[in-house]
């Protein structure tokens, strides 16, 4: 694939990442109970994991992000202006990624369910009995894995800009990123301040290589032996301009989901949840309730 049409796929996977992310984590005093967020850290699985927390409702909610993300770049617009009556909004670092570093990100074979475990046990450890998950992109296999291996605590689903498996198509996509050099410097910038060059090229190479091991095994699959497990309500977003995952990925999920909802947003690109902020919080927070 020309990295010309790459690089438009790559501005609408990464364009979030961190820019004016810092303004949405107040780090001093509360203004008021219940609408500032906090940050923290705690010890999960051997690891010091790194989330955010905001809001006093009785139904929590944790965020996933994507790849190379964190919950503060992530997730501002969800952080900022969920419902924070009806919800508590939990954002974490996945280990390796935004502050929950050490240790380096690395990408086993079940870095996926490594992934959810890591989730649902912060959650736990936080003293959630059950929540809701929020998936986007990488973030949102993660959420469909945990559904399913855990369904005993999770209430509601809620995906977007997740796969079940791999393509060669999706290959040659991935392989187009691989080379951090040839980025924008728009992209590119605020990556590097966040991680500095180094772990952002080796990262991001390491995860390529990562994905990109799923199209080797039978259909390509990461998760979809994980579907037909996943009992609780669920909820899947599709943007029909995603220049990173076609369709037919949020088709397939939604097929071998039982009784799972599937919405389909005309403009939505890859990053839909921030660009059309308002109408994902507000879609979203239906769902939920």
């Known amino acids: 694939m020309a990295w010309r049409s790459t690089g438009r796929a790559l501005q609408v996977l990464l364009l979030q990442l961190p ?166 410097e728009k992209v590119k910038k605020p990556l590097e301040e966040m991680y500095g060059h180094a772990y952002f090229a080796k990262t991001c190479e390491a995860w390529v290589d990562g994905i990109c091991r799923f199209a080797e095994k039978s259909d390509g699959n990461i998760c979809q032996e994980f579907l037909p497990d996943i009992k609780c309500p669920t909820f899947i977003i599709h943007g029909e301009k995603d220049p990173l995952v076609p369709q037919a990925h949020a088709e397939y999920i939604h097929k071998h989901i039982k009784g799972s909802r599937l919405l389909l947003m005309p403009e939505g690109k890859h990053n839909l949840h921030l660009r059309f902020a308002e109408d994902f919080n507000r879609q979203v927070e239906d769902f939920l309730q």
Do not use: C
């Not at 079940?110 to 912060?122: C, I, P, S």
């Open 19 to 184: 820019a004016g992310a810092k303004s949405l984590t107040p780090r001093g005093p509360a203004a008021s109970y219940g609408t500032s967020i906090t940050s923290a850290k705690i010890q999960v699985n051997g690891v010091h994991l790194h989330y955010q927390q905001t809001g006093e409702g009785s139904h929590a909610v944790l965020l996933l992000p994507g790849m190379l993300g964190s919950g503060q770049t992530d997730f501002g617009p969800q952080l900022k202006s969920m419902n924070k009556q009806l919800f508590t909004v939990v954002a974490w670092d996945p280990r390796g990624y935004g502050e929950s570093i050490p240790p380096s990100r690395d990408f086993p074979p079940d870095f996926f369910e490594r992934d959810a475990k890591d989730a649902v046990d912060l959650m736990q450890a936080l003293k959630f009995k059950k929540f809701s998950l929020l998936g986007w992109s990488d973030g949102g296999i993660t959420a469909l894995i945990a559904a399913a291996k855990y369904p005993a605590l999770i209430h509601k689903l809620v995906v977007w800009g997740a796969n079940a498996s791999v393509t060669q198509e999706d290959v040659r996509i991935y392989n187009g990123i691989r080379d951090v050099s040839k980025w924008s």
